[in-house]
């Protein structure tokens, strides 16, 4: 028997469930999320670090940080659940005037797009912030102390069951998939389960979106790349109310995490292959020296290798999101290839998208900046300067 739908959505993620959620806001109930995954929350998702900023280097995404804070701030009254939002802020060091003056351009940029609570800082101000960090080197930095940290599996959560009490359906261990095209548009959705109509289709599915894209005969440019975090032991090193701390030299940083330590160096990893989630333990002595080198405190806090993770960001080839209608099909959307910020920004590209397909283009925020076009059209945005 042939179910149908009027969006489905493939992908149940943080992602997946923003969109389903926002869907249901603007009156359509219809809607079926597919995941791959036996349950909720075992993908990308659970895998993130959970931080939150609006420092960022581009217009857009500040917008849509500014955006998504507003909705984090409200989200245990929209959807019931808990986003774990602590605004504890965001440190970003430079190590010389180079890096201060990139720090300063994208500040002026933050500036230009309605964030005025990012500030610069000097030597002093940072023993202040965080007196964890040795000062010698640093040459001042950037400071959002609205900026901080949030609960991926508490958004993800909170979105999908708020979806599902409106009457949202999703399933499991749907895996493989199968689309039927009928001219310039999907006509349905198959998984083990059958057939499904569909008035739209929503590609969620993160660092798999190509693959998914190419089901529907899309090129779509996301690309898995692995990241890694080491894991202290329990520890009461660093309080609660560390800044996510960032050195923009090399992009090592550190925040805390239900009395962890959770130590970040985003460097390539080797992995059998692109999908490979495989922890690489030789990266482990290049991270723990920094952290050694930078925050003494930790010296004698050992890492929790059995405890310490591999997950995939979904890159795009300038670092933004591809949020609209794909090329050539259009019921096919894409939210896709948002570069390390999908959790942050998944409460405002959620809303975007939904308003996308429901309204045929009227949108809260113009994201002009993010269609999937831009990269036939050779006008990617501006590459990034900040992590």
């Known amino acids: 028997m042939t179910r149908t739908a009027d969006v489905v959505i493939v992908g149940a993620g943080v992602m997946g469930a923003a969109v389903a959620w926002h869907l249901t806001t603007l009156g359509c109930r219809s809607v079926i999320l597919l995941d791959h995954a036996p349950g909720p929350g075992t993908g990308s998702t659970g895998r993130a670090t959970g931080g939150f ?13 500014l955006l998504a804070r507003e909705k984090l701030r409200r989200f245990h009254y929209e959807t019931g659940g808990d986003s774990g939002y602590q605004p504890v802020g965001y440190l970003f060091l430079a190590a010389d005037q180079a890096q201060l003056a990139t720090l300063r351009e994208a500040l002026a940029v933050q500036r230009a797009a309605g964030l005025t609570e990012s500030a610069l800082v000097s030597a002093d101000d940072i023993a202040r912030i965080n007196p964890s960090i040795v000062l010698d080197g640093i040459a001042g930095g950037t400071f959002g102390a609205t900026d901080g940290y949030i609960r991926p599996l508490g958004i993800m959560r ?3 069951d708020a979806a599902l009490r409106e009457g949202v359906q999703v399933e499991y261990n749907a895996n493989p998939i199968q689309f039927e095209l009928a001219g310039d548009r999907i006509a349905s959705v198959t998984t083990p389960r059958g057939r499904i109509a569909a008035g739209h289709v929503v590609n969620a599915t993160g660092a798999w979106a190509a693959d998914v894209a190419r089901l529907a005969g899309i090129d779509l440019p996301v690309t ?3 990241r890694q975090v080491a894991l202290t032991v329990p520890t009461t090193a660093l309080p609660p109310s560390t800044p996510m701390t960032i050195f923009a030299e090399d992009g090592f940083h550190f925040r805390v995490r239900d009395g962890r330590v959770l130590l970040l160096w985003p460097t390539d990893t080797a992995g059998a292959d692109r999908y490979d989630t495989t922890f ?3 990266w482990l002595d290049g991270v723990v020296s920094r952290a050694h080198q930078r925050v003494p405190a930790l010296r004698a806090v050992p890492v929790d290798r059995a405890g310490s993770w591999c997950g995939l960001y979904e890159m795009s080839p300038d670092h933004h999101a591809i949020l609209g209608a ?12 948002s570069s390390g910020h999908g959790v942050m920004h998944a409460p405002a590209l959620g809303q975007l998208l939904a308003e996308m397909i429901v309204t045929g283009g009227s949108v809260s925020l113009d994201a002009h900046a993010l269609r999937p076009t831009r990269f036939l059209e050779g006008a990617p945005n501006p590459a990034p300067v900040l992590l």
């Open 53 to 65: 900023r609006t420092q960022f280097a581009s217009a857009i995404n500040v917008r849509l940080s």
């Open 158 to 160: 909170g979105y999908l």
């Open 224 to 226: 898995p790349v692995r």
């Open 280 to 282: 690489d333990a030789r």
């Open 326 to 337: 794909a090329p050539g099909l259009d019921n096919f959307w894409l939210i896709n290839g």
